[in-house]
């Protein structure tokens, strides 16, 4: 009974806060299969309790709380989570980017941080909002090798190879102006390339060990060339380099203009788990911090 309500719930939160006021309460009937052919069908009632907040920089969130009983079932009681609704979020998006495009004033915004931390996804975002063009640092450095793959890059020339092309990269793009640039992990860790993204304004994706571990062992490690080739199984050698990494280069990343903190968004919102805030959310967040940093 239960995985249907979760069921509902999930469904729900698509909708939108009015929508779903409209239903405050509902009925849900369900089957339950036993031995051979016999068939029951229940009643199940369930009354719902909406609650509307103040999330992170004004967004709205819904939390839905639902207690359930049938015959001979006790009553039990689930709620969801803080759920920004997406309307809201392109909303603030679309109003935070005009609010600090003329203190940009066409500078461009250099994404840093560990792999997997969602640069491009967040830069592609960013980019489009603020009307600039967007350019992934790894994508350039493949596309000047000839189409080369960047873990075939590390196997074939190694990676002090790959750094000179990053750096010479991020030089000629520090020369440009109205750009979203998704940086490579690593790009922090030479001092030449901090002087040329501190001609613009950068931002450091600071995203839970654990979180990144489940992501790279979602999809593999076979294009990350520092973590491709470990023993072990996927989670825990992607969260024992990635620890390793990050104490080399967590001081590099805390030269970053603005810093966003993806445990500090998901505690704003009430949520759980960093895994779900949205790409926007966390753009968003980073427009903030922008905004702080500009006004200083």
Known sequence: MEAKV???LQWS??????????????????????NGNDQRHHQTLASCHLGFGKGVIGQRSVVLKVSCSSQNVSA????????PTSSDEAVILKKKS???????????????????????TVGRILSETLGYSFFDCDTLIEQAVGG?????????YGECFFRDNETEIIR?????????VSTGGGAVVR???????????SVWLDVPLEALARRIAKVGTDSRPLLHGESGDAYTKALERLSTLLEDRG????????????????AKLGCKDVCNLTPTAIAIEALVQIEKFLKK
Not at 25 to 33: A, D, G, M, P
Not at 172 to 180: A, E, I, P
Request: hydrophobic share 35%; glycine share 6%.
């Open 6 to 8: 979760v069921q509902s």
């Open 13 to 34: 939160t698509l909708n939108s806060s009015e929508n779903i006021m409209r239903r405050p309460s509902s009925s849900l009937r369900y089957t339950k299969r036993f």
């Open 76 to 83: 039990s009681v689930l709620e969801s989570g803080s759920v």
């Open 98 to 120: 005009e609010d600090i495009e003329p203190y940009l004033d066409g500078r461009c915004i250099y994404l840093v941080g560990m792999m997997g931390s969602g640069k491009t």
């Open 148 to 156: 080369t793959t960047v873990a075939e890059i590390f196997k074939l």
């Open 172 to 180: 000629k793009l520090s020369s440009m102006q109205r750009l979203v």
């Open 191 to 201: 001092p030449i390339n901090w002087k040329y993204m501190h001609k613009g304004i």
């Open 251 to 266: 001081e590099a990343y805390a030269n970053a203009s603005a810093r966003v903190s993806l445990e500090n968004i998901a």
